[in-house]
């Protein structure tokens, strides 16, 4: 079910955005976005400490702006974070591996992907395969975790990694089913498919960003990855003080379900730094949603609660100039 009544911070934190940068930035309609895109709680006092989402945002843009000037093909590649996921390339399809919070979580990240495009690209939701006929890119593919299931759903599906182990074991895995044989694999990054003049329908980036050197870089490159009115979806975490607790703490050291190291808390992106990167790169989110775990049942639920984890969807504006 759909709300109006966050529009007044997302509007508050747009109004914000326009007095850090000279370009207009136009807010989401009120009936598109999900129950509540952000809330004061969600950041918490820990952020006191930081940086604000504006001068972080304006801090990674700069970043980008030097990369840019410095090289003719721009990277947002951090080879520390491929060094850790080549790794431990063998256990992917491991449910009880490191991944495990991946395999846990997929079933309602595809309810969230799966209901969304749904309704962008006007196709029935009950349909076994309501995504024939659209060409989807899933950006840091890693084992095709996520790249499999879209291709069940009829989606013409290019996954691509950094990590060449992950591509083969991603590969080797998707090569056991005729349906998702037909997936395209490739050990490269977004920008070099940019560079390519690759575009899709539908550009996805899951659990990838806080793990890239550049985040507004590499939100610039899947905006270029997307069809105008094309789909971009982006799922992270959350910096707040919950997500430490959480995502560090509690996955890393007390229920070790990652190794330890996996996530760097200052690498994590909030909502509101979110939202802005993709604005900046000509999408604009229109609905966002939390995932939140329940440990009775050992599954994770769509919630309104982003203050750990999340997923933003946007539709990429189609009165580009350039990116």
Not at 90 to 101: I, N
Not at 204 to 209: D, F, K, Q, S, Y
Not at 219 to 236: E, H, Q
């Amino acid at each position: 079910m759909l709300f109006s009544k966050p529009m007044n911070q997302l509007q508050r934190l747009l109004l914000s955005a326009r007095r850090v940068s000279s370009s207009p930035i136009t807010p989401p309609p009120s009936c598109l976005l999900h129950k509540r895109l952000f809330s004061t709680s969600d950041t918490d006092a820990s952020a006191a400490s930081l940086p604000s989402s504006h001068q972080t945002v304006q801090t990674l843009e700069s970043k980008a702006s030097n990369k840019s000037r410095n090289t003719s093909s721009t990277t947002s590649l951090n080879q520390d974070e491929l060094a850790k996921f080549s790794a431990i390339a063998d256990t992917w399809w491991h449910s009880e591996g490191p991944f495990k919070p991946l395999h846990l979580m997929n079933p309602t990240r595809l309810a969230f992907i799966r209901s969304t495009l749904c309704r962008h690209f006007s196709k029935d939701p009950s349909s076994a395969r309501p995504f024939e006929g659209l060409r989807f890119i899933d950006v840091g593919c890693g084992g095709g975790l996520l790249s499999e299931p879209l291709a069940r759903m009829g989606a013409t599906v290019t996954g691509v990694d950094a990590v060449d182990k992950n591509v083969k074991i991603a590969r080797l895995h998707a090569d056991m089913d005729p349906v998702t044989s037909t997936i395209e694999y490739q050990c490269t990054t977004a920008e070099k498919l940019v560079d390519e003049g690759r575009t899709f329908d539908a550009v996805l980036a899951l659990e990838v960003i806080e793990h890239v050197a550049n985040p507004a870089e590499f939100c610039k490159s899947l905006s270029a990855l997307t069809i105008p009115n094309g789909a971009t979806l982006l799922s992270t975490i959350n910096r707040s003080m919950r997500a430490y607790a959480s995502a560090i703490v509690a996955a890393e050291y007390i229920l070790r379900w990652l190794p330890k190291g996996t996530h760097q808390w200052s690498s994590f992106l909030t909502p509101e730094e979110v939202t802005m990167l993709l604005q900046r790169a000509s999408i604009d989110v229109k609905e966002m949603a939390g995932f939140v775990f329940n440990p009775i049942t050992g599954r994770w639920l769509l919630s309104d609660d982003i203050s750990v984890n999340f997923i933003a969807y946007g539709t990429k504006r189609s009165d580009l100039g350039d990116i």
